[in-house]
């Protein structure tokens, strides 16, 4: 009988306990700054107006990140929400855990570009970026809790923050179609280009 009355009272312990962790995380997303996108809490910011652009340009259902997964963005990213739902897995599968403890976790990332209507590198009779139809984010940097910042253009090549730099690179290879970083041209020197152009072989990834 006692131990009948020990495994219900842990039960009801566990039960309070589970119900005190789903009420904190609703909290938590709640103190969030802008609104939940997306369909997802951990995507904040706010809705955008539809935008249009000349040729293939524009987004249909934009919405404009100020932060994911408790992430601050350096400046809000106009996106559409299959990027916006990619940039969430990234942060929360991969940067996250690379970053661990490290400078007291993972705090910020820097938007080198979001939408802009343009060709790809800017170049002359190329065709549409992904960036014109808000499919892609260029990150330049991250921020630590501490305020250490490692950046691409300044720490590809170092050590310790190098091998971090190419865990957060690698691991964007599938949450997002297309990764591009310091060793694929040279249009990618400082930033890291993420978007989600789907291809019949895969992401393309360098």
Request: charged content about 20%.
């Amino acid at each position: 009988m006692r131990r009948v009355l020990l495994a219900l009272t842990a039960l009801l312990v566990l039960g309070s306990c589970g119900s005190r962790v789903i009420h904190l995380a609703s909290r938590d997303a709640a103190s969030l700054p802008g609104q939940a996108l997306c369909g997802d809490p951990a995507i904040r910011g706010q809705l955008a107006e539809p935008v249009g652009g000349a040729g293939s340009c524009g987004i249909e259902n934009p919405v404009r990140v100020s932060s994911v997964a408790g992430v601050v963005l350096s400046q809000s990213a106009l996106l559409d929400c299959s990027a916006a739902r990619s940039l969430r897995v990234w942060v929360d599968d991969v940067a996250k855990p690379a970053v661990g403890r490290r400078g007291g976790g993972l705090s910020s990332l820097d938007v080198a570009a979001h939408y802009a209507c343009r060709t790809r590198n800017n170049q002359s009779g190329a065709r549409i970026s992904e960036h014109g139809r808000g499919r892609a984010i260029d990150i330049s940097a991250i921020g630590l809790r501490d305020g250490e910042r490692i950046s691409v253009l300044d720490h590809w090549s170092t050590y310790r923050r190098g091998r971090l730099l190419r865990r957060l690179h690698g691991g964007a290879c599938g949450p997002f179609g297309t990764v591009l970083g310091p060793e694929s041209d040279r249009f990618h020197q400082d930033h890291f280009h993420f978007d989600t152009a789907s291809y019949r072989s895969g992401p393309y990834c360098r």
